[in-house]
């Protein structure tokens, strides 16, 4: 699994370099992001922007994460979608539960409001 991670002040941007998260990479998707937040993050961003297409064991994995955030009082964004990405959230009501901006630095705004 190709990712990275950055920091911008308390915002932790985890940005997946994969063309699919789907069930051969949810699993390390989920605990990298486990990581991340057990390491005291509580502003997380997913940017989304290389994902081509997602299947419901990366949504999963998405809302391990999100899940995990909120329990600590923490804020989760996923940032720039695919338009594919970005219909599957919608058309399994997750958009109702999961922040969706369409860029990073747009996550990282909202984020630096709250």
């Keep these: 699994m190709n990712f990275e991670t950055k920091n911008i002040k308390d915002i932790?941007?985890?940005?997946?370099?994969?063309k699919r998260l789907d069930t051969n990479i949810s699993g390390l998707v989920k605990?990298?992001?486990?990581l991340i937040l057990k390491e005291g993050t509580n502003k997380l961003i997913v940017d989304l922007s290389e994902v081509e297409t997602c299947d419901s064991?990366?949504?999963?994995?998405?809302?391990?994460?999100?899940?995990?955030?909120?329990s600590v009082g923490g804020k989760i964004r996923l940032a720039a979608?695919?338009?594919?990405?970005?219909?599957?959230?919608?058309?399994?009501?997750l958009d109702r539960v999961l922040s969706v901006c369409e860029t990073v630095n747009e996550a990282v705004l909202e984020l630096n409001k709250e």
């Design 12 to 18: 932790t941007i985890f940005k997946l370099n994969e």
């Design 31 to 34: 605990g990298e992001l486990s």
């Design 57 to 70: 064991s990366g949504l999963s994995a998405i809302l391990v994460a999100n899940r995990m955030v909120h």
């Design 81 to 93: 979608p695919s338009e594919k990405v970005y219909s599957l959230i919608k058309i399994t009501q």
